[in-house]
């Protein structure tokens, strides 16, 4: 079996030293050094190096230079870059393009060798994985996320290059934009893909049964606990979770969480035994966070582990053709599952999507669809069950959609309440509890009209 080659690029002797003793406690690999970027490009020219270990801030070529270098020759190459706690951002930089993973200096020899050995073992995973090679586009197909706009080939893009890292991903964007999609996506084409993907609506329970739906309990930790219950974070060991929502948390909730991403342990509920995890954390918002951190609702610590690499989802209004796209797909969808053979959508309706914002996105969109192919009767969608709001209003994401309703056209009160909730939920980004505390009914009552209108209300 041929040894595993691990190339170590500082220009301080000492860090090169130190990081090689430590990593001489692996068996079966052979360790290069190099004082500089340009020394090590050169190394990397006549050798193929499973890890590469450098430094970002060097004299001549950076770390980011080389970084940019290395992807350029091969992917099959995982780089793991050290930083200063100063330079973070760099270092966050070199991960949205490619690298591994970063450590901050100064480290520990046990965290240096912690990050290689994962790095080995996780590198040998990945090229165990027969998708590894895909498209981002074709790859994109195989997990349903559909779209070939310029707006969703870079999304594409970036998820093939961070799903070869292990960091925490953090996921923005408005609600229904399929941030869950993309989450999911990260997760199969990953080294982890094996192992357990699983998935938390934050804001679907409270601080109580939270706590205790990610980290478990013990019986009569309690009332009710009647038997011991792993929770989520124990159920996507090796895996990925994946923590819709997030800022819905509470402050008690926060600080448990914190300590997982920080020590990678944690206690069930009412238990003093301590659990070890290894999961990749994504998580997922429509929050603007950093002002929650501002205004103190949300830790700023916490933040920032959470947040190493922040992905936008963009919004449908965005994505050009990819309406008639996916309408189309959702059309093929909603065709078989009702067992009809409606053969396309005409040109009148197809101009009324692509001029319509899409508060609700993409989940609004399929929510249309399946609407229209219902009730339709002939081989064809129209415009005669085409939804009120959809029909009769052509404005723009910063337009006064209820101000259009009620001077230049008489509906139900049933549909004006709907477009007014909708309109609602876009103005407060898709936070549920803004807009229900704006609309004076609680968070049930929004969930309950929502779903009344045929409006799935999971985020």
């Known amino acids: 079996m041929s040894k595993e080659k691990i190339l170590i690029v500082d220009d301080e002797e000492i860090m090169r030293n130190a990081v090689k003793m430590a990593l001489e406690e692996i068996d079966d690999i052979v360790i290069d ?55 973070v951002d760099l270092a966050v930089r070199g991960m949205k393009m490619g690298a591994y993973d970063f450590i901050t200096k100064p480290f520990s020899y046990e965290i240096i060798l912690e990050v290689v050995k994962k790095a080995l073992k996780h590198r040998k995973e990945l090229l165990d994985n027969p998708y590894r090679n895909d498209d981002p586009r074709d790859r994109a197909h195989k997990f349903n996320i559909i779209g070939e706009s310029t707006a969703m080939q870079e999304l594409f893009s970036l998820i093939d290059r961070v799903s070869k890292s292990d960091a925490n991903i953090f996921l923005y ?69 994946f923590l819709d929502e997030i800022g819905e948390i509470s402050p008690f909730v926060q600080v448990k969480l914190l300590r997982v991403t920080q020590e990678k342990s944690f206690e069930r509920v009412g238990d003093i035994k301590t659990l070890e995890t290894d999961v990749r954390i994504i998580t997922a918002t429509n929050r603007d966070l950093k002002k929650e951190v501002k205004e103190g609702r949300f830790r700023e610590d916490l933040y920032y582990r959470l947040n190493v690499i922040p992905i936008e989802v963009p919004p449908l209004r965005t994505r050009g053709d990819d309406v008639e796209i996916l309408a189309n797909h959702f059309l093929n969808i ?23 914002a899409w508060p ?100």
């Open 334 to 356: 909603f065709n078989t599952k009702n067992n009809k053979r409606i053969k396309n959508i005409t040109s009148s309706v197809m101009e009324k999507f692509k001029s319509y």
């Open 173 to 241: 964007g408005e609600s229904g934009t399929g941030k869950s999609m993309v989450a999911r996506a990260i997760h199969d084409s990953s080294f982890r893909t094996k192992n357990p993907f699983v998935s938390v609506n934050c804001a679907a329970l409270p601080e109580t049964l939270l706590e205790s739906e990610l980290f478990g309990h013990v019986t009569g930790a309690f009332t009710g606990a009647i038997k011991d219950r792993p929770g989520r974070f124990e159920l996507a060991q090796k895996g990925t979770i």
């Open 33 to 87: 050094v190099a004082d500089d970027g340009l020394a090590a490009s050169k190394k990397i020219e006549k050798n193929d190096y499973s890890v590469v270990i450098s430094d970002i801030r060097m004299p001549g070529m950076g770390g980011i230079d080389l970084l940019k270098l290395i992807k350029e020759k091969s992917d099959n190459t995982f780089v793991i870059m050290m930083t200063a706690y100063g330079s």
């Open 360 to 459: 609700g996105n993409v989940r609004e969109l399929e929510n249309a669809i399946e609407r229209m192919v219902v009730l339709e009767v002939k081989n064809e969608l129209t415009e005669s069950f085409l939804p009120s709001e959809i029909r009769r209003t052509v404005y723009t994401s910063d337009s006064d959609v209820v101000g259009e309703f009620m001077f230049n056209s008489i509906i139900p009160l049933q549909e004006l309440e709907k477009i007014y909730i909708l309109h609602a939920l876009d103005h407060f980004q898709g936070n549920f509890s803004k807009t229900s505390r704006a609309l004076e009914i609680d968070r049930k009552t929004l969930y309950n009209k929502l779903n009344k209108y045929g409006i799935k209300s999971e985020r």
